[in-house]
Each structure stands twice: as C-alpha cells, then as structure tokens.
C-alpha cells in the first residue's frame, strides 16, 4: 500500500491546496494531508481549526485523512508509514525553496521521496498569504478558496458585510 503525506501550513486552505489533493489522490492508496502546528508562526487560524476545515473538505476524497504534525516532516513521515511527500510548485520562485527542503529531506531520510505537481495554471498566483492579505482590506477572496471557508476568513478579520 502506498501511503504520501501532503505537508503544510494551510492557514487556510486554498482552491489550489485542493486543486493539489484531489490529483495527487489519484496517484496513491492513501493520502495524509499534515498540517504543521507550528506554534512559532503566527497563524490566522489554530491547527484544530484548520485541521476541521481540511476534514469538511475532505468529505468526497475517501482515500484521503487529515491530521496535525509537528517537529520534523521526515519523522512524522517515518512514523506514519509514508514513503511519499508531496508538494505544490506554482512558479519557478518555489523551485529554490522547494529543492532544498526536498534534498535535506532525502538526506536525513533515505527511503523518503519528494514529488512535485505543477499547479495549474489558474492557481499559479495563489498563496494563503495573498488571500490572507486581500482579505484583511475586505477585498473579495471568494475566487480563492473553498466556499465553506470565505466567510471564515472574513470573521478572523472582524469583517462581517462581505457579499456571498
Ligand atoms: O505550506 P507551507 O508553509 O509551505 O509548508 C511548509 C512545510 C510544513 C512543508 C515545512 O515547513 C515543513 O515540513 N516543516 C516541518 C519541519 C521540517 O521538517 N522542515 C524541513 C526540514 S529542513
């Protein structure tokens, strides 16, 4: 059986994380989204929620489960029997980051591999942090995210008078 873990940060959930999750799915048995819960960062959302929001979402993805991590990737990795890590690459600007983390990886980590899907192209521009910065002016992030997550969003930012 092969098991992949999709790592992240997740806060929140984007159309293209899913984009992501619904074709990397297809490529395995089973499929752990891992959300990190990095106390350090300063998130908009807590793990529990995030980790609530991935699991609504997951509903018609029967092969996929959603769980938080912390520490080291390739351990949670070890620990839960996944032999594949998969990650997002939206533009070339990824790339560098994305190596790097990927060979480290395989360096402290010998059985573990790293593919990579290439966004699509309508998703290229698309990172929790942008939507998070559009969404604190009250701009309309409605395009970016899962419907069930807009309204979410707005309240973090004690924006209630957005158009559904
Ligand atoms: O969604 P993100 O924030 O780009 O995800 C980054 C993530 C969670 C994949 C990465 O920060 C991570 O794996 N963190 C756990 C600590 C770790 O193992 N770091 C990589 C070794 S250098």
């Not at 499929?31 to 990095?38: A, R, W």
């Not at 402290?108 to 990579?116: L, S, V």
């Not at 290229?124 to 069930?148: C, M, N, W």
Request: glycine share 4%; hydrophobic share 45%.
């Amino acid at each position: 059986m092969k098991r992949a873990i999709y790592p992240g940060s997740f806060d929140p959930v984007t159309k293209g994380h899913l984009d992501i999750i619904a074709r990397s799915s297809r490529l395995v048995d089973e499929l752990v989204v891992g959300v990190l819960n990095n106390s350090a960062k300063n998130a908009l959302f807590s793990v529990t929620e995030r980790v609530n929001m991935l699991k609504e979402l997951m509903i018609d993805f029967p092969n996929v489960t959603v769980d938080a991590f912390d520490g080291l990737l390739v351990d949670y990795a070890k620990r839960i029997d996944a032999a594949v890590i998969v990650r997002g690459l939206r533009a070339v600007t990824d790339f560098e980051y994305e190596l790097q983390i990927a060979q480290t990886n395989h360096e402290i980590y010998a059985d573990i591999e790293t593919i990579f899907l290439t966004t699509r192209l309508e998703y290229a521009y698309l990172s929790s942090t942008i939507v998070k910065e559009v969404a604190s002016y009250g701009g309309d992030i409605s395009r970016f995210l899962p419907p069930q997550i807009v309204a979410r969003v707005y309240e973090k930012y004690g924006i209630r008078d957005f158009e559904k």
